[in-house]
């Protein structure tokens, strides 16, 4: 005897068990390649080997891009986020702006995995010759991460690694939901059952089942009849014969 809800449960508790197995793989997949490539993305992204411009204090350069997604400006942190300090000018002297770091432009470590540099200024859909000034008094680096980017393009390890995080994530989380499915159904009471008989397969509602029992049990037959008896009154019978010998005498 089976209950339905029992073997829902169960296919939910096995598909939790695949997903998160297949997540923790990937995952682990995703590990082991960042390991891999680790030293070569720090090359790539590291300010001092692959900048635009490298500026001292109070220095100024006029460069030229041909075009880039994204051009960002560093500064060499000490566990704070340093100020821009900075001015970028177009061809025509116009300033141009950018914005400020934000959550997904994280600290840089350079390739000698001590140095770190923080980015003060993100530029967007550069392209043509610019000015910059340093106003600071730091260096101040200039890197084009889209270039930095292809360097990676065609790397085995780096490939492993965005299959890993972009599939084992959501993979894990359809596990985790599962998990919390079997464990939501752990409380409650199996309300039917799969009766195999004979081949055939029955439905049957076991609390129903017990409560028509007990029922059974309980409650008189509708056509159960309660045997009465009378006993006659002996003091009729005395009555009568008394009567019987005054009518004779």
């Known amino acids: 005897m089976v209950t339905r809800g029992g073997v829902v449960t169960e296919r939910r508790r096995r598909w939790a068990r695949i997903a998160t197995a297949s997540s923790a793989i990937l995952l682990l997949v995703a590990v082991v390649s960042l ?5 070569e993305l720090l090359e790539s992204y590291d300010p001092e080997a692959n900048s635009l411009v490298k500026l001292g204090p109070g220095e100024s350069v006029t460069f030229a891009i041909e075009e880039s997604e994204m051009v960002t400006a560093l500064r060499l942190s000490d ?5 821009s300090e900075l001015t970028l000018l177009d061809e025509e002297g116009s300033e141009i702006t950018g914005r400020e770091k934000g959550w997904s432009d994280p600290n840089r470590l350079g390739s000698d995995e001590k140095t770190i540099y923080s980015p ?5 859909n550069l392209g043509g010759n610019y000015t910059l000034q340093n106003h600071g008094d730091t260096d101040l680096w200039l890197v084009d991460d889209e270039v930095s980017a292809d360097k990676l393009l065609g790397n085995f390890w780096m490939y492993l690694f965005y299959i890993g995080c ?3 994530s959501p993979v894990g989380l359809v596990g985790v939901i599962l998990a919390i499915m079997v464990w939501t159904d752990k409380k409650k009471m199996p309300d039917q059952f799969l009766v195999i008989n004979n081949g055939s397969v029955i439905m049957d509602d076991v609390q129903n089942e017990n409560s028509d029992v007990e029922r059974s049990e309980v409650a008189p037959s509708p056509f159960w009849k309660e045997d009465v008896r009378t006993s006659e009154d002996p003091q009729d019978d005395v009555v009568d014969e008394t009567w019987k010998r ?3 005498g």
């Open 79 to 83: 566990g704070e986020t340093p100020d």
């Open 166 to 168: 972009c599939i084992g």
């Open 35 to 39: 390991w891999q490539v680790s030293p």
């Open 246 to 248: 005054w009518d004779e």
């Open 120 to 124: 003060v200024r993100i530029f967007e």
